[in-house]
């Protein structure tokens, strides 16, 4: 009895990560009614056979089903849990191409902080940067991440309040260190 | 004892006030050290590091503040010591500032 039961919630929590790429356990646990023990110990056995998969990102253990993400889709699943970059990445499905003026007149936070979120995109291979005249443009790096696949990604994976706090330091650093100014 | 007294005297009130602010303050830190723990983690920008170190030393300097208000820690390394945090708070602070990195 023990056994289907517990062989029962296994296979919930499967679907659920399934459902919900990038879940972490306590959402699991809030989401299925499951105790945190139980959550954590199928968890464990499904990575053990090879079912699921994780990657930490800050004080979170996101889960993925194998096979299923590729390295992009997580580093992207983690940059949306950001508030900036989701927002960078927001507004370039929005506008298209916009400039780097756009993005630090929608988002209202300083050049600098901007600058070095839009480089941290660049360096994980989400966006590129294209020269128009005198302009830079940023567009979404691979075609094949079809935007609507983001918006629903957007949908479930939204910053904690913990991950916004510690995005504003972040912005407060680089505000106040003023690394670049250079706004093309 | 007149209005202003409470303010400039030793009485259990401001002690209990003191020691009051000097928990939250610790506490504070304490938030402030996981924000920036967290943010480093998931940025990986180097001059959180400093601020990481920075929080640390306010936390102690708080809590040793509170200890010496609890129990007479009064000698000469001390002297020393707890203004030399409060220094390296703002060298610190200040680093983060210019590093380029």
Same mark, same amino acid.
């Given at each position: 009895m023990r056994k289907t039961s517990l062989n029962s919630n296994k296979y919930r929590i499967l679907r659920f990560i399934q459902n919900n790429p990038g879940c972490y356990l306590r959402q699991i646990r809030n989401e299925l009614d499951i105790s945190m023990g139980s959550v954590q110990y199928h968890s464990y056995q499904l990575q053990k056979v090879g079912k699921i998969t994780s990657t930490r990102q800050g004080l979170y253990k996101l889960h993925f089903q194998s096979g299923t993400f590729q390295d992009h889709e997580k580093t992207l699943l983690q940059v949306l849990n950001q508030e900036t970059p989701r927002e960078i990445i927001l507004l370039i499905i929005e506008q298209g191409n916009p400039t780097q003026t756009d993005v630090v007149k929608r988002l209202g936070i300083s050049a600098p902080s901007i600058n070095w979120h839009v480089r941290r995109l660049i360096d994980l291979n989400l966006i590129d940067e294209v020269r128009d005249g005198k302009y830079k443009r940023y567009k979404l790096r /691979? /075609?094949?991440?079809d935007s609507k696949y983001i918006e629903e990604l957007l949908k479930t994976h939204h910053p904690n309040l913990w991950n916004k706090w510690s995005n504003r330091l972040v912005e407060t650093f680089l505000s106040l260190s003023n690394e670049d100014k250079q706004l093309l | 004892m007149n209005n202003l007294d409470i303010f400039t005297s030793e009485t259990p009130i401001i002690e209990l006030i003191e020691s009051i602010l000097y928990i939250v303050g610790t506490i504070f830190a304490a938030i402030l050290i996981a924000l920036s723990i967290s943010a480093y983690r998931n940025t @990986? +920008? @180097?001059?959180l590091l400093y601020a990481i170190v920075a929080f640390l030393l306010f936390g102690i300097f708080l809590f040793y503040e509170f200890l010496e208000h609890s129990i007479? +820690? /009064?000698n000469a390394f001390t002297d020393i010591v707890i203004p030399s945090m409060g220094v390296s708070i703002l060298v610190l602070f200040f680093l983060a500032i210019v590093n380029k990195k």
């Open positions: /691979d /075609d094949s991440i | @990986q +920008l @180097q001059k007479p +820690l /009064d």
